[in-house]
């Protein structure tokens, strides 16, 4: 098993593709709007809302992420 080095969340960049706002999407998934906005930011994530938000985008969890391993 590969060790990882580094995780990298990418909410912003998934919504932006899809063309959300964090707005339009805490409203999709019934998070908080700050919620949303600072995903990206945190350092540890919510499990719930990991599963509500990757099960609204359609994605498995480890899409969230660009996830960078060592060597």
């Not at 098993?1 to 912003?12: A, H």
């Not at 998934?29 to 719930?48: A, E, G």
């Not at 509500?52 to 969890?61: M, P």
Request: no cysteine.
């Amino acid at each position: 098993m590969k060790k990882v080095k580094q995780v990298t969340p990418r909410l912003s960049v998934i919504l932006k593709e899809r063309g959300l706002t964090h707005a339009t999407f805490a409203e999709m998934v019934n998070l908080p709007q700050p919620t949303i906005s600072r995903f990206d930011k945190m350092s540890r994530h919510d499990s719930t809302n990991l599963f509500r938000i990757a099960q609204a985008l359609d994605l498995r969890i480890e899409e969230l992420f660009e996830i960078e391993y060592e060597d």
